[in-house]
């Protein structure tokens, strides 16, 4: 790949579902000993704002760069010792009582809901409720068949089946049709307890109380997908986009490829860190 399309198109390591390597770090250059304030300022954004892409980042899955209005304009320079400072600053973020309070927060809200449950009502109850609902619908009827004769005919049928559905009701209060009413409304209010407990097996899962453990995961996601990245891998201009001439490679997730485009130095270098920030974690 020419250097200039290397320059336009290559992206740092964003993990899946969130663990942040910043993709800008293989466009921006300045020396490590500007660590400070002076990466904010020559990003074209505050320390807050930046902290806050990388908690984004982190948390949502997908990489912040909006406002990054400057990232184009800084030459390439030392990517790797830049990369590594960016995910030493990331590691530090993120282990702050901030981002663990926030971490908390975003948790809880995260947190499934149960469905709200019908009463589950006696046979009494239900056969009291369907007999009010049947005499209801035949004082309707005959209200209508009075209001227009020329109906009466034609509401015969239905005004004798709700009559007899009303005897059925009041001789029978098993009825069939009460009973399958009640099991109907247990059965619905169990489909929601078993969802809700279901979703909330995921969510435990997903967002353990101990930030590290979710930290752990996502880091481990990023390292999963971005091994095996064939650095020598060929492109070819199809399209008007550079494309990967061993097809398969175009089929590799989103942070292979990234990974791919910001080289072998940034990649390796923030495998091994993350690699080493897992160990810790566990």
Same mark, same amino acid.
């Given at each position: ?67 990054? /209005?400057?990232?184009?304009?800084? &030459? ?27 971490? *908390? /927060? ?25 007999? &009010? ?5 035949? /004082? #309707? ?10 109906? &009466?005919? &034609? ?64 880091? *481990? ?6 091994? #095996? ?35 072998? #130095? ?15 974690? /566990?």
């Amino acid at each position: 790949m020419k250097r200039k399309e290397q320059r336009k198109r290559a992206a740092g390591i964003v993990a899946s579902f969130g663990i942040i390597v910043f993709a800008f770090v293989s466009l921006i250059s300045f020396r490590t000993e500007k660590m400070g304030d002076e990466i904010w300022k020559m990003l074209g954004i505050s320390k807050q704002v930046g902290s806050e892409k990388i908690r984004n980042s982190f948390m949502n899955g997908y990489l912040d760069h909006y406002g990054l /209005k400057n990232i184009k304009n800084i &030459a390439i320079n030392d990517r790797p010792a830049i990369a590594k400072d960016l995910l030493a600053y990331t590691k530090q973020y993120v282990s702050s009582e901030e981002f663990k309070k926030i971490y *908390q /927060k975003w948790r809880e809200d995260a947190k499934p809901e149960m469905d709200k449950l019908v009463p589950i009502r006696s046979l009494e109850e239900i056969q009291k409720e369907e007999i &009010a609902k049947i005499e209801k619908s035949i /004082k #309707d009827i005959e209200k209508s068949v009075k209001e227009m004769p020329d109906m &009466a005919s &034609a509401m015969k049928p239905l005004l004798d089946m709700q009559k007899q559905t009303l005897k059925d009701y009041k001789a029978n209060p098993k009825h069939e049709y009460l009973v399958n009413i009640k099991l109907g409304d247990e059965y619905s209010n169990k489909s929601k307890v078993d969802s809700h407990a279901e979703r909330m097996k995921k969510w435990e899962k997903n967002y353990p109380v101990e930030v590290n453990k979710y930290v752990a995961v996502r880091l *481990q996601e990023m390292l999963e997908s971005t091994k #095996d990245i064939d650095y020598n891998a060929q492109l070819v201009e199809k399209y008007g986009k550079k494309r990967f001439v061993n097809a398969k490679y175009e089929g590799k997730n989103t942070e292979w490829k990234q990974g791919f485009r910001a080289g072998k #130095d940034v990649t390796e270098m923030a495998r091994t860190f993350v690699q080493q920030w897992l160990n810790e974690l /566990k």
